[in-house]
Nanobody
Framework: QVELVESGGGLVQPGGSLRLSCAAS????????MGWYRQAPMKQRELVAK???????EYADSVKGRFTISRDSAKNMVDLQMNSLKPEDTAVYYC??????????WGQGTQVTVSS
């Protein structure tokens, strides 16, 4: 069972940036897809971004051009660079790992709050 631990969340003003990091307890080289999901209050959990072991990526329409996902298999890390943050980006962000269509592993989540 792979453990995923997120860090980097916090409070940021609209237009600001945050970088989320996810550390895996073991090698992510064999995990095809790593990703980030988020869940805002009273809303369903949604995919933010995902990246395959070959570097293919997919982003939610709402974050395209603002967020960038990256993975470092040597360090067993997955990052999410978030720029031009908006209040509607406020949510708990979860790191995930699994196949392209469905995560098998979930982190505990990190809170991101975008507010002035």
């Amino acid at each position: 069972q792979v453990e995923l631990v997120e860090s980097g969340g916090g409070l940021v003003q609209p237009g600001g940036s945050l970088r989320l990091s996810c550390a895996a307890s073991e090698s992510i080289s064999s995990i095809y897809t790593m990703g980030w999901y988020r869940q805002a209050p009273m809303k369903q959990r949604e995919l933010v971004a995902k990246i395959s072991s070959f570097g293919s990526t997919e982003y939610a329409d709402s974050v395209k051009g603002r967020f960038t996902i990256s993975r470092d298999s040597a360090k067993n890390m997955v990052d999410l660079q978030m720029n031009s943050l908006k209040p509607e980006d406020t949510a708990v962000y979860y790191c995930t790992g699994g196949n392209w269509w469905k995560p098998d592993y979930w982190g505990q989540g990190t809170q991101v709050t975008v507010s002035s």
